[in-house]
């Protein structure tokens, strides 16, 4: 990925921010969710001195997660996209 940089009247060099899209987090959310069944499995197999609140904190996120799976997929592709739309335009309002 490479880096733009503006100069600005000073000859100072900013860096361009990149472009935030809701599409990409489909693949960050896949690969979260195949690490926290991986460490779901491999903690759930340890010997009897697992930390509870570490299970406890990864099966509370496991259960998020699919949660947030389950509305997705009621909302629906055209309301998902329109859900995001809406959370993008509150988020860039403080920039």
Known sequence: MSEEY???KDGM?????????TSTTKDYEEAM???V????????QDSQFNDILQN????????????KLQV???L???????LHKAIDDI???GL
């Not at 060099?13 to 899209?21: F, G, P, V, Y």
């Not at 069944?37 to 759930?44: D, Q, R, T, Y």
């Not at 496991?62 to 949660?67: I, K, P």
Request: hydrophobic share 40%; proline share 0%.
């Open 56 to 67: 406890t904190f990864v099966k509370a996120f496991s259960t998020a997660l699919d949660l």
């Open 37 to 44: 069944e991986e460490f779901k499995h491999a903690k759930g």
């Open 76 to 82: 629906g592709e055209d309301n998902l996209k329109k």
């Open 13 to 21: 060099k900013i860096r361009k921010l990149a472009e935030l899209k």
């Open 91 to 93: 988020l860039f309002l």
């Open 33 to 35: 969710l195949r690490r």
């Open 6 to 8: 503006v100069e600005d």
């Open 72 to 74: 997705d997929k009621a």
